[in-house]
């Protein structure tokens, strides 16, 4: 029988926890796991292509990619970080503007307001590349996050606002690598995987989603995300940006 994500979630989650692999913040479950290695990991992620000729990347906010996000703001790329429900848009930071001391400290969540601007929705420019968190991903090029699917739908909610599809890089553990994970059209499609022992690049990436499915949104989740219902409302007017 096929497993489902949530039984994919949970079995990586608990394969994380009993075999030492996870790090702070404890438990792993119901989270996008920290890991051993993750500094690796972020050092091979930023030597891949999409990286490496990067200007503006958005990169998630979750504790296994701050590595990550320290290294791109080293490397002198504009990192772009996602308010919760995107209720604020996206927090910039922009390593010019950030002393070489403080970038580690600035791409921590808890330090990153004193260092970032706000940037709306509607101003952020293009950007060359996504990496998102995962709990498990395929060499397929499916993920799971940790259940809310908010990162599927900042992808979709770029799309709508007209970003062009970027590749979309992951930083994980080894043992988050699963043999197939059930896809969804609206999934986020992973490019290239970086563990603390190699990189792995798709070989042919699912297809992006070209926006949202408006019919698989509830009224729920609109609520708790306004821009959704603004872009609804931009949808329903005829107002779209190109």
Not at 63 to 78: E, F, M, N, S
Not at 92 to 115: K, N, Q, T, V, W
Not at 187 to 197: E, G, Q, R, S, V
Request: net charge positive; with cysteine.
């Amino acid at each position: 029988m096929t497993e489902t994500k949530a039984q994919i979630r949970t079995r990586v989650w608990d394969a994380l926890a009993e075999t030492g692999a996870a790090r702070f913040p404890f438990p792993p479950h119901g989270r996008i796991p920290n890991f051993a290695g993750a500094r690796q990991a972020a050092e091979r992620c930023l030597a891949l292509p999409p990286l490496a000729a990067a200007r503006r990347v958005k990169i998630n906010p979750d504790a296994p990619q701050l590595p990550l996000r320290a290294a791109a703001l080293d490397a002198g790329i504009v990192v772009y970080v996602p308010t919760p429900r995107l209720r604020g848009g996206f927090l910039e930071l922009d390593p010019a503007r950030i002393p070489a001391g403080e970038r580690r400290r600035a791409a921590s969540l808890s330090h990153m307001p004193r260092h970032a601007r706000p940037v709306a929705l509607d101003a952020l420019p293009e950007l060359d590349a996504i990496v998102a968190g995962s709990v498990a991903v395929s060499r397929l090029g499916h993920r799971c996050g940790k259940g809310e699917g908010y990162a599927d739908l900042e992808y979709a909610v770029l799309r709508e606002l007209g970003q062009r599809p970027v590749p979309v890089l992951t930083t994980v553990a080894e043992l988050q690598i699963v043999e197939s994970i059930p896809a969804d059209p609206l999934d986020l499609p992973l490019a290239f995987i970086a563990t603390p022992d190699r990189t792995l690049e798709v070989a042919s990436p699912p297809p992006p989603p070209a926006g949202l499915d408006w019919s698989r949104i509830s009224d729920a989740r609109i609520a708790e995300m306004p821009i959704l219902a603004e872009l609804r409302r931009r949808k329903d007017t005829g107002r779209h940006r190109t």
